[in-house]
């Protein structure tokens, strides 16, 4: 199971942190990935990180702005969100284990329930 965490309301130009929490061991050997849902629109890829943390992959809209780590240790990713627009305003969703390319929402096999992050300009 993912729990996703942290989202909130924030003025433009601000930060959060959300976190995505797991149980179970196979969590540090897999691949978790953040999407968002901004309303009306499809999901979308935003970052993802590999399951040692070596290697990180970002939405070229979010690049520079948006950090994604991870601690095994602790069975949590966290996503640093930072210099918010208001089109970040999206249900942001963590996922793990894709079972194809890490940018592509349908392979992967769990999900989190998403947590609300609104940005007002």
């Known amino acids: 199971q993912l729990q996703a965490s942290g989202g909130g309301l924030v003025q433009a130009g601000g930060s959060l942190s959300l976190s995505c929490a797991a149980s179970?061991?196979?969590?540090?050997?897999?691949?978790v990935g953040w999407f968002r849902r901004a309303p009306g629109e499809e999901r979308e890829f935003v970052a993802a990180?590999?399951?040692?943390?070596?290697?990180?992959y970002y939405a070229d809209s979010v690049k520079g702005r948006f950090t994604i780590s991870r601690d095994n240790a602790k069975n949590t990713v966290y996503l640093q969100i930072g210099s918010l627009k208001p089109e970040d305003t999206a249900v942001y969703y963590c996922?793990?284990?894709?079972?194809?390319?890490?940018?592509?929402?349908?392979?992967?096999?769990?999900w989190g329930q998403g947590t609300l992050v609104t940005v007002s300009s």
């Open positions: 990180i590999t399951y040692s943390g070596a290697n990180t």
């Open positions: 179970g061991r196979t969590f540090s050997s897999a691949t």
């Open positions: 996922a793990a284990q894709p079972i194809g390319p890490y940018y592509a929402a349908s392979t992967y096999r769990y």
